[in-house]
């Protein structure tokens, strides 16, 4: 199976970027569709979004992310990046990246390979 490390976070102040990095190692990466998800204290894990294996296709969460966050990746560094701009203090959890053979799907349930995370900030 694919491994799965993501980094790149840390504490931010409203209205600024981060961008998140999800490392993979092990089986063929680009065999994957990608997605990205986030966890805040006291609530349940929440898709953010998640880009096909070529990284041709995305599809965003509506309802939060908008226009603020972007997901792209690089096949030949085994890299899905998160990018994310205009941050607000409910954008802080954790956020995790995770590997689908299907595309579209939000649920957790439909990731078989997840990373450990990385903890994002965003202080008012």
């Known amino acids: 199976q694919v491994q799965l490390v993501e980094s790149g976070g840390g504490t931010v102040q409203a209205g600024g970027s981060l961008r998140l990095s999800c490392a993979a190692s092990?089986?063929?990466?680009?065999?994957?569709?990608m997605g990205w998800f986030r966890q805040a204290p006291g609530k349940e894990r929440e898709f953010v979004g998640t880009i096909n294996w070529t990284g041709s296709s995305t599809f965003n969460a509506v309802d939060f992310v908008k226009a603020r966050f972007t997901i792209s990746r690089d096949n030949a560094k085994q890299v899905v990046y998160l990018e994310m701009n205009s941050l607000k203090p409910e954008d802080t959890a954790v956020y995790y990246c995770?590997?689908?053979?299907?595309?579209?799907?939000?649920?957790?349930?439909?990731?078989?390979?997840w990373g450990q995370g990385t903890q994002v900030t965003v202080s008012s």
């Open positions: 092990g089986q063929t990466f680009s065999d994957y569709n």
């Open positions: 995770a590997a689908t053979r299907r595309w579209i799907v939000t649920s957790v349930k439909e990731y078989f390979t």
